[in-house]
C-alpha cells in the first residue's frame, strides 16, 4: 500500500529554521517533491529529489534518503510569509505522485 | 504567460445535479490530472490522462467523470452519483513520465460547495 506520513502542525518563530519530515512506503519510487501551498491556493512547487543527498535553493533544502524512505525539508531564516502548507509528494512506479497530508507550519514574530 | 487555468473559483451544486469544473492549459503538456482536497488531508488523485482522448481512473473515481477530446483542455465532471462533493478541486499538468524532473503545475483551484 502507499503511506506517506508528515507532522501535522510546527511553529516556529520568525529567523529561525525548520524541518519538516516526510517518511514514505510507496509502490516504487521515482522522485520527491516538495511543495508550498498557502490557504485556499495553488500548490507551488520548491523542490525535486532522486538521489541521495541534499539539494538546496536559497533558503530552502531538501534531503533525501532512499534505503530509510525518508526526507526532509529544511527552512531557513523563516519569515512570515513562508506560513503554509507543505506536502511531500512521492511519484510511484506508473509516474503518478502520491501526496502526504501536508505541514501546516506557522510562524510567529 | 503559460500556466493553467481553471474556473469557476466558486461552484454551487443543487442535490441531484452534475457540475463541470473547466481546466484548460497552454504549457503543452501532455499530462493532467484532476486532484480533490479536504481539510487536513492531502491531495487525492480522482482522474489522470497521459494522452488525447485517454485516460485512467485514480484512487477515487467514483462519481467524477472527464474527458480529453484536446490536449489543452480536461474537464472534469461531478456527478449526483458523488454523494460528499464539498471540496477544493486542483486540475494540474506536466510532462509524462517518471524520470523528469519537472514538477506538476497546479491551477488554482475551484472550491465545490452544496446548496
Known amino acids: 500500500g502507499q503511506n506517506i506520513d508528515q507532522p501535522t502542525e510546527m511553529t516556529a518563530t520568525e529567523g529561525a529554521i525548520v524541518q519538516i519530515n516526510c517518511t514514505y512506503q510507496?509502490?516504487?519510487?521515482?522522485?520527491l517533491f516538495w511543495y508550498q501551498q498557502h490557504a485556499g491556493e495553488a500548490p507551488t512547487f520548491l523542490s525535486y529529489?532522486?538521489?541521495?543527498g541534499l539539494e538546496e535553493k536559497g533558503r530552502f533544502s531538501s534531503f533525501l534518503s532512499r534505503s530509510k524512505g525518508y526526507s526532509y525539508l529544511l527552512l531557513k531564516e523563516l519569515q512570515m510569509k513562508d506560513s503554509a502548507s507543505y506536502l511531500c509528494?512521492?511519484?510511484?512506479?506508473?509516474?503518478?505522485?502520491?501526496f502526504g497530508a501536508g505541514t501546516q507550519v506557522v510562524v510567529t514574530p | 504567460d503559460g500556466g493553467i487555468t481553471q474556473s469557476p473559483k466558486y461552484l454551487f451544486r443543487k442535490e441531484g445535479q452534475n457540475v463541470t469544473l473547466s481546466c484548460e492549459q497552454n504549457?503543452?503538456?501532455?499530462?493532467m490530472y484532476w486532484y480533490r482536497q479536504d481539510p487536513g488531508q492531502g491531495l487525492r488523485l480522482i482522474y489522470y490522462?497521459?494522452?488525447?482522448?485517454?485516460?485512467q481512473k485514480g484512487d477515487i473515481a467514483e462519481g467524477y467523470s472527464v474527458s480529453r477530446e484536446k490536449k489543452e483542455s480536461f474537464p472534469l465532471t461531478v456527478t449526483s452519483a458523488q454523494k460528499n462533493p464539498t471540496a477544493f478541486y486542483l486540475c494540474?499538468?506536466?510532462?509524462?513520465?517518471?524520470?523528469?524532473?519537472?514538477?506538476?503545475?497546479f491551477g488554482d483551484g475551484t472550491r465545490l460547495s452544496i446548496l
Open positions: 504549457l503543452n503538456h501532455d499530462a
Open positions: 494540474a499538468s506536466s510532462i509524462w513520465g517518471t524520470v523528469s524532473n519537472q514538477p506538476q503545475h
Open positions: 509528494a512521492v511519484r510511484d512506479s506508473w509516474g503518478k505522485l502520491q
Open positions: 510507496t509502490s516504487g519510487f521515482n522522485g
Open positions: 490522462s497521459q494522452i488525447v482522448n485517454d485516460f
Open positions: 529529489n532522486v538521489l541521495d
